[in-house]
């Protein structure tokens, strides 16, 4: 009743008012006004003025009751209803329901002024409030989805930002890991050549010594210790000269795609130095094993520790890059 009420207010007639409404299944009033002024110059079926009528016939009827109450009391012809409290002056009983509800006025009476209906100009001016209001409506239903729209952009490049972040945080870590990693094995390699190389060097001391104890000229200077220097420093000139030591060796490396790596090492220097320079020079991270094919040998996990001449690796060699024994 109030839609209906509000769209007469606006200078609309009654039956189109309650046709609207029906068509736009009473979704309220701007949605029935946009249908108003959008079809202003249609006629309405017959079937929905037929069913206005009823309607119409009990306003009129709700506003003739008074009136004959009115002419038997005193005479005149009540035309009208008027509120006491604020003088409006009210069509029908819808009306004044409607006046009571919006403003809580209570004190009604019977008028004999009649309710002018509204000029053309007066409708114009009434039609340009409603389209501005509308427009205005529109523009902030407007402004409204583009700030929520905005919004949903914003959250969704802060979620975006928030999963590089976390996974730019998770690269990092992982990375530390790989190069910690690589630390304590390059530490745990210079632990192990310098083991190698400290036995060596006890090795080699005590060879020396065993032949420093075995030679020709300790075991005269035992025998007979009256005999002169001279006579003891003397060696048998058949003795052959002692074999070359090398410091360096060339080691060739074949890998497993064909192409060769090679590269010059001290012959103090385990086999894992060997590894480690393929790992370094090709990146692989798979594990494989290191072999030789004159004579043929596959290198044990023990043979890794063991210094490159010790392996007879030296002066050089070819090693050949194979895949791990199951």
């Known amino acids: 009743m109030s839609d209906i009420q509000t769209l007469m207010d606006m200078g609309f007639p009654r039956d189109r008012v309650e046709y609207a409404l029906k068509v736009t299944s009473h979704k309220g009033v701007e949605m ?10 249609e006629e309405i079926p017959a079937a929905a003025a037929s069913d206005a009528a009823p309607a119409a016939a009990a306003a009129s009827g709700e506003d003739t009751a008074p009136s004959s109450s009115g002419a038997a009391d005193g005479g005149a012809v009540a035309k009208s209803l008027k509120c006491d409290d604020c003088g409006k002056v009210l069509k029908d009983q819808t009306e004044v329901e409607y006046h009571a509800a919006k403003t809580g006025h209570s004190n009604f009476s019977e008028s004999t002024e009649e ?22 409506k529109r523009v902030e239903r407007e402004e409204r989805e583009k700030a929520d729209a905005l919004e949903r952009e914003r959250n969704r490049i802060r979620s975006g930002k928030d999963m590089t972040e976390a996974r730019r945080r998770m690269e990092e870590i992982e990375m530390k890991k790989i190069v910690d990693q690589r630390k304590r094995e390059k530490e745990e390699e210079k632990a192990a050549r310098d083991r190698v190389r400290a036995q060596i060097e006890a090795d080699k001391a005590a ?3 065993r032949e420093a104890h075995n030679s020709p000229a300790a075991q005269l200077s035992d025998a007979v210790p009256s005999v002169s220097s001279t006579t003891t420093a003397t060696t048998p000139t058949g003795v052959k000269s002692p074999p070359r030591e090398y410091t360096e060796t060339r080691i060739q490396v074949r890998l497993q795609d064909g192409s060769t790596l090679a590269s010059e090492f001290n012959v103090k220097e385990p086999l894992s130095a060997v590894r480690v320079f393929i790992q370094v020079k090709t990146g692989i991270e798979t594990p494989f094993a290191l072999m030789t094919t004159f004579p043929r040998k596959i290198f044990a996990d023990e043979d890794y520790e063991k210094p490159l001449e010790v392996l007879g690796l030296v002066p050089s060699a070819v090693i050949i890059m194979t895949k791990p024994p199951a």
């Open 32 to 41: 029935a006004m946009e249908w108003l002024l959008a079809h202003g110059d």
């Open 115 to 136: 309710k002018k209906a509204l000029t053309e100009e007066e409708k114009k001016a009434q039609l340009a409030l409603i389209e501005e209001k509308l427009k205005q």
């Open 207 to 209: 060879r020396k010594a």
